[in-house]
């Protein structure tokens, strides 16, 4: 079965440290990637994703993963975060070759202290 | 670009009405529209896909006849939650691509809320 699997549901991290958010999916098939953030009470925001090429993938606001495709991983840093990172993030996949039917795993809060 | 837009943000209703979300893409003509539905705390479950002009495909245990899904013109879905009871109460999120399996972009959401 096609799954999606976020394995910290919380990470505290002081503001300046580096923090690392996990990934890690479940496919027999090619899959496309993808990393949103959620504020509270807001819609997704797309923070970067995996189509094909390049394994490390830069996205917004500093942040970027790595796609690791023996290791069925894509998992999201940031060398320096902030308080304003304090969010919701979610990896998706999709199954299907495109953006579409996209399976969310359950979400990491990411909470950043002074 | 691609901004979508959900009306209302937030609404609470009584147990046993209707209630109606709006979904619309501001600056791109959307051929498909995505509902999704958000438990506190919990991560986004898919509830059907619509494409402009047909019937919406609903995910399986999603209630079609609970849950009705309008994509009448390329920039507005609507989610029409009939006979509304409390367990009903979540956010609902939407998304619009530009065709079947381009990028979705997605609406700010709507708290609903029932008494």
């Known amino acids: 079965a096609q799954s999606v699997t976020q394995l910290d549901s919380q990470v505290p991290v002081f503001e300046e440290a580096p923090v690392e958010l996990r990934c890690n999916y479940s496919?027999?098939?090619?899959?496309?990637l993808f990393w949103y953030v959620q504020y509270p009470n807001q819609g997704l925001q797309l923070l970067l994703k995996y189509l094909s090429g390049s394994t490390l993938v830069k996205g917004i606001n500093g942040f970027e993963a790595e796609f690791n495709k023996s290791q069925t991983s894509f998992h999201l840093r940031k060398p320096s975060v902030h308080i304003s990172d304090t969010a919701e993030y979610f990896c998706?996949?999709?199954?299907?070759?495109?953006?579409?039917?996209?399976?969310f795993g359950a979400g990491t809060r990411l909470a950043v202290h002074p | 670009g691609a901004v979508v837009s959900q009306h209302p943000s937030w609404v609470i209703c009584k147990s046993g009405t209707s209630v109606k979300i709006e979904c619309r893409s501001l600056d791109f003509q959307a051929t498909t529209m995505f509902w999704y539905r958000q438990f506190p705390k919990q991560s986004l479950m898919l509830m059907a896909t619509s494409n402009e002009g047909s019937k919406a495909t609903y995910e399986q245990g999603v209630e079609k006849d609970k849950f009705l899904i309008n994509h009448a013109s390329l920039t507005l879905s609507t989610l029409t939650v009939t006979s509304a009871h409390p367990e009903d109460s979540s956010f609902y999120i939407c998304s619009a691509s530009r065709a079947p399996r381009d990028e979705q972009y997605f609406g700010p959401g709507t708290r609903l809320t029932v008494t």
């Open positions: 496919s027999s098939v090619s899959v496309y």
């Open positions: 998706a996949v999709s199954f299907s070759g495109g953006y579409n039917k996209l399976i």
